[in-house]
T-cell receptor
């Protein structure tokens, strides 16, 4: 079992819809979780971090964390074509290292 | 957020030559930097963890004699691909561990270096 799992996609949503990206992790003691966005041909950029159970909102982005279910998600409201990218979930493990999921490719269609 | 730069952004070289890639943290000190490789349409693959003043820790399957990493200062790590071959052509990305508000930290990525070996 991979430490951090994501559906590779592509996840296709129409413009204006809510995109929901999911991530599960295996290390129960993980405390820090991050979402990165990677445009094609570019390097990843940090967009959200979350440490506590519940929701954390930042603009059109909402990160959700459920430690009991070992599940973290990213919701993008009012999706735009410019949101089309690969979204990487990252989890900090007990060794203070970030482990990345394989990424989910999101396509927002006009 | 913290800024990480890489140089060069792209490089084309002949097979058998060596290529050095620099990774700099511009507005913070990075005791730990990471080197990743990414092939087209594939996920990030961690190659090595670079700690300032000590030897790098390589991931399984990464040849330490081929991918030389030096982290001589708190703001600079270099990756040298020695005797490069076409199969080494890839997108090489560095990242640096930087503090976040609230006392935690995360990784910020450089823009990447696209290496093409002819």
């Amino acid at each position: 079992q991979k430490e951090v799992e994501q559906n590779s996609g592509p996840l296709s949503v129409p413009e204006g819809a809510i995109a929901s990206l999911n991530c599960t992790y295996s290390d129960r003691v993980s405390q820090s979780f991050f979402w990165y966005r990677q445009y094609s041909g570019k390097s990843p950029e940090l967009i959200m971090s979350i440490y506590s159970n519940g929701d954390k909102e930042d603009g059109r982005f909402t990160a959700q964390l459920n430690k009991a279910s070992q599940y973290v998600s990213l919701l993008i409201r009012d999706s735009q074509p410019s949101d089309s990218a690969t979204y990487l979930c990252a989890v900090r493990n007990a060794g203070n290292m970030l482990t990345f999921g394989g990424g989910t490719r999101l396509m927002v269609k006009p | 957020g913290a800024v990480v730069s890489q140089h060069p952004s792209w490089v084309i070289c002949k097979s058998g030559t060596s290529v050095k890639i620099e990774c700099r943290s511009l507005d913070f000190q990075a005791t730990t930097m990471f080197w990743y490789r990414q092939f087209p349409k594939q996920s990030l693959m961690l190659m090595a963890t670079s700690n300032e003043g000590s030897k790098a820790t390589y991931e399984q399957g990464v040849e330490k004699d081929k991918f030389l990493i030096n982290h001589a200062s708190l703001t600079l790590s270099t990756l040298t691909v020695t005797s490069a071959h076409p199969e080494d052509s890839s997108f090489y990305i560095c990242s640096a561990r930087a503090p976040l508000a609230g006392g935690t930290d995360t990784q910020y990525f450089g823009p990447g270096t696209r290496l093409t070996v002819l």
